[in-house]
């Protein structure tokens, strides 16, 4: 592994269905971020976590949640999936210890919520 | 409330300049980032401006004016390849990044 993994690459999901989105980073960065892309908008966050075993809610908690268990590993679930949460869902990684705190993007998850 | 704007769609000629503005309005300053997204991937890291002025890298410059709350991406000698779009984003007093809606960047043979 090299960066930032997630999985799947896409999913097309039933409304009401549980999901859960993976990000494994393998740079041993404190600090990992959820984000969800729609056309038109801006990257928007979801939750993040600044060190594993914390967790804190970002611009669009909502119907997700997440949990930070090892540095490496970040998950993103949906508990009951609804049309308005189709989406390409971003996680990403950075270093906070100092320098910039700049933000390592994976390849990304496409999800359609039907 | 945070805003970022910059503008939609912009078109430019192989081999030419073209010059990005994002302009911005946070609650506190702590960093400015440019990211390039190529349709279908992941945003890349560009370039980071903390302090007023250019900072260059290769083809690629970005300046900021804290004063001002302004910034812009520079693209030189462009190729058909630099066709993305292009984020701004802001770390705001929280070291959380505020995004712009993205930049898509035309470029004509």
């Known amino acids: 592994i090299a960066g930032i993994t997630q999985a799947p690459t896409s999913q097309i999901l039933a409304a009401g269905r549980r999901m859960t989105l993976r990000c494994t980073q393998d740079m041993r960065h404190n600090a990992m971020y959820w984000y969800r892309q729609d056309l038109g908008l801006g990257l928007r966050l979801i939750h993040y976590s600044n060190t594993a075993g914390t967790t804190g809610k970002g611009e669009v908690p909502d119907g997700y949640s997440v949990s930070r268990a090892n540095t490496d590993d970040f998950p993103l679930t949906l508990a009951s999936a609804v049309p308005s949460q189709t989406s390409v869902y971003f996680c990403a990684s950075s270093d906070t210890s100092g320098g910039t705190d700049t933000q390592y993007f994976g390849p990304g998850t496409r999800l359609t919520v039907l | 409330g945070q805003n970022i704007d910059q503008p939609t769609e912009m078109t430019a000629t192989e081999g030419a300049i073209v010059q990005i503005n994002c302009t911005y309005q946070t609650s506190g300053f702590n960093g400015l980032f440019w990211y390039q997204q190529h349709a279908g991937e992941a945003p890349t890291f560009l370039s980071y401006n903390v302090l007023d002025g250019l900072e260059e890298k290769g083809r690629f410059s970005s300046f900021l004016s804290r004063s001002k709350g302004y910034s812009y991406l520079l693209l030189k000698e462009l190729q058909m390849k630099d066709s993305a779009s292009y984020l701004c984003?802001?770390?705001?007093?929280?070291?959380?990044?505020?995004w712009g809606a993205g930049t898509k960047l035309i470029i004509k043979p």
């Open positions: 984003a802001v770390m705001d007093s929280n070291y959380q990044l505020i």
